[in-house]
């Protein structure tokens, strides 16, 4: 493939767009009362709060385009931009809008983005069979920031100098994971700070959406307290939480003498045996009893079991001190659970916590891959914002095709939303010219027809 030489440029159409995809996912939004529940939610009184229900839908849709900065919401002012929307406003106009948050209106605007959430769900397939099982996955990143004037700004246990992102994402077998709640800390904040209410917004937030069902908490070690698993059991909810190598989990494994209790299962490096008929793999799996935070009061001891996966040490000279002879041979991986999946069941589940990562890669990959703003409030309403937008797009992707559903968000926006357009007029109605042969057409019609109306018919 070769650029032809008789090619020239200019910059002077005033009927065409980039972004023609944003028609339909803006649609969307409006028939999920985004706007509304911005009004009837978000409080800001000062100079540049005024008209929030124009502003967040227009931040919203420019990292739903692709916007990671403030300057970036410059695209959404290009070429027929105005005459395919309304409600535009300038970077500057939209930056200053944001420094006018403070901790409790980014409070408001979470509470616009789980309403919004359960909006979504009403009106896309987003949480198929969320009846049956939900899984609710909790974790945090550290998003690197530069310079001495963000506030907030730190060192934490990633050794990186930035803000932490706490993250919690609903998610069912059937579908991909959306973003139920989030919470900006100070970068050096622990890990499980915060975290139990987190859980406890979540969990409502998930049951809003029709998660009537098996809802399951899972998390990393980091957040094995007894305050996060005290708020999912409130809510009604089961755990399955990697458990800190304490003594007393040690202690709990070291009762596991019979070697007929491990039963192998079927890891990334089984290889079958055809001798045997049967997977060989170092890993392997055991379940015992266990009564979690026993140093608290007898009324605060929570009772489960521990999923355990032994995986054979590759380097036995690296046993951590204090282990003894018995993890001479293994590395010893334990879970929490209180769930009454069988054991086979319940480690897969709980590998499965891994998803929340992708979340973690798209939202760099898109409008976390800055937080634009000195003020810390300004950067935690950025997040909220940003989790609205992946719900959007997520949604967005569901109406459109099975494919799309569990695409990434960039796969969405490339295939859906940065569409090239070019804008004319035919019976006082606006008409979108699109590339012909555009390879995602059928899902982009559907879309579109699911939000706008059935596109017209190109002319002979």
Known sequence: ?????????????????????????????????????????????AAGGVNAAVKVPALVAGMVAGADSIDDMDLLRHGGMGRLFTGIRAPSTLGTFLRTFTFGHVRQLDAVAAGFLVNLTKTAPV????????????????????????????????GVKGLNALIATVSTPTSAPLIAATRLRKGSANSARGAARLVADALATTKRCGATGLVIVRAD??????????????????????ARMNPAVLLAISAIDDETAWTPIQYPNAIWDEDEQRLVSDAEVAEIPFTAF?????????????????VKRLNPASIPAGQGELFATYRHHAVFTDTSLPMLQAETTHRGHAIIEQVHADLRAGPLAHL?????SANGAWLVLAAIGFNLT??????????????TTATIRRHLITVPARIASSARR?????PRDWPWQDGWEQLFASTCGPPTAARP
């Open 1 to 45: 493939m070769r650029v032809s030489h008789n090619v020239s440029a200019v910059f002077d159409d005033p009927n065409l767009v980039s972004c023609a995809g944003l028609a339909p996912v803006l649609a969307l939004a409006d028939r999920c009362g985004l706007a509304d529940l911005v009004a009837a939610k978000l409080t800001l009184k």
């Open 127 to 158: 949480l198929r069979d969320a009846a049956t099982v939900t899984f609710l996955d909790i974790d945090d990143t550290v998003k690197a920031t530069h310079g001495y004037t963000k506030q907030g700004a730190g060192y934490g246990y990633s």
């Open 221 to 242: 070690s980091a957040y094995f307290s007894h305050d996060v698993v005290a708020a999912a059991r409130r809510a009604g909810a089961k755990v399955s939480i990697t």
């Open 294 to 310: 026993t140093s608290r009061t007898k009324s605060e001891h929570l009772d489960g079991r521990l999923i355990v996966r032994r």
């Open 372 to 376: 634009p703003s000195s003020s810390f």
């Open 394 to 407: 997520r949604a967005a992707g569901a109406i459109a095709s099975v494919f799309h559903a569990k695409a």
């Open 430 to 434: 606006l008409v979108l010219h699109l």
